[in-house]
């Protein structure tokens, strides 16, 4: 069964640091993009990073990028979503999803996303 299983999410006070994992069982996540992507309370779910797999680039949505970073750890099976810097704003719940790409470039739309995990809950507040 190909499952994808995110996990490190929890409550943080503004300006902390969390790392988010997106597990892969059942298959390896070399040929596969992997993008994070999060829905807040009463809004859309929007792509937050992705990671290709053919050269690793990593794209971020404007409200993260200096925050966040994605990377992927083949060897585990694994990507993560560094956050530092974290903001109310980045409330939500994150979710990876992950998809082969004809190019090997991730995109930040869900379209093509054929496998997606069960979600994590990040709520930073004071």
């Known amino acids: 069964q190909l499952q994808l299983v995110e996990s490190g999410g929890g409550l943080v006070q503004p300006g902390g640091s969390l790392r988010l994992s997106c597990a892969a069982s059942?298959?390896?996540?070399?040929?596969?993009?992997i993008g994070w992507f999060r829905q807040a309370p009463g809004k859309e779910r929007e792509g937050v990073s992705c990671?290709?797999?053919?050269?690793?680039?990593?794209y971020y949505t404007d409200s993260v990028k200096g925050r966040f970073t994605i990377s992927r750890d083949n060897a585990k099976n694994t990507v993560y979503l560094q956050m530092n810097g974290l903001k109310p704003e980045d409330t939500a719940v994150y979710y990876c999803?992950?998809?082969?790409?004809?190019?090997?470039?991730?995109?930040?739309?869900?379209?093509?996303?054929?496998?997606w995990g069960q979600g994590t809950q990040v709520t930073v507040s004071s």
């Open positions: 059942g298959f390896t996540l070399d040929y596969y993009a």
């Open positions: 999803a992950g998809f082969v790409p004809v190019q090997g470039l991730c995109v930040m739309s869900e379209a093509p996303y054929d496998y």
């Open positions: 990671i290709s797999s053919s050269d690793d680039s990593t």
